[in-house]
């Protein structure tokens, strides 16, 4: 939809104009085990040290974070603080919702 077009073009401009180099990172948790097996086998903390030892070793200075997964987003976000941009996003508590960008 337009809405979310939007949406996600405003955190593109943010990633653009806040970090030197961004990184994107998707986890999906609530569906699609099959494409992403070993999401569901990690905590949150290792998701967490996951993403931040891949900037580290790269050299990214902050990430938007997708996921279908409520409090995975709020835990990831809670961590890493202004490093870590999330979308505005209508999410399930008990289900898929592929609404996150």
Do not use: W
Not at 67 to 79: N, Y
């Amino acid at each position: 939809p337009e809405f979310q077009r939007r949406g996600l073009e405003a955190k593109r401009n943010l990633l653009e104009t806040k970090y030197k180099r961004p990184l994107a990172v998707h986890v999906r948790l609530t569906d699609k085990v099959s494409e992403a097996p070993d999401n569901f086998g990690m905590s949150y903390q290792e998701l967490h040290t996951l993403i931040t030892s891949h900037m580290a070793r790269e050299g990214y200075d902050g990430f938007l974070f997708c996921t279908d997964a409520k409090d995975l987003k709020e835990f990831i976000a809670g961590q890493c603080g202004d490093k870590c941009v999330t979308y505005d996003s209508s999410l399930s508590d008990d289900g898929p919702a592929h609404k996150d960008g």
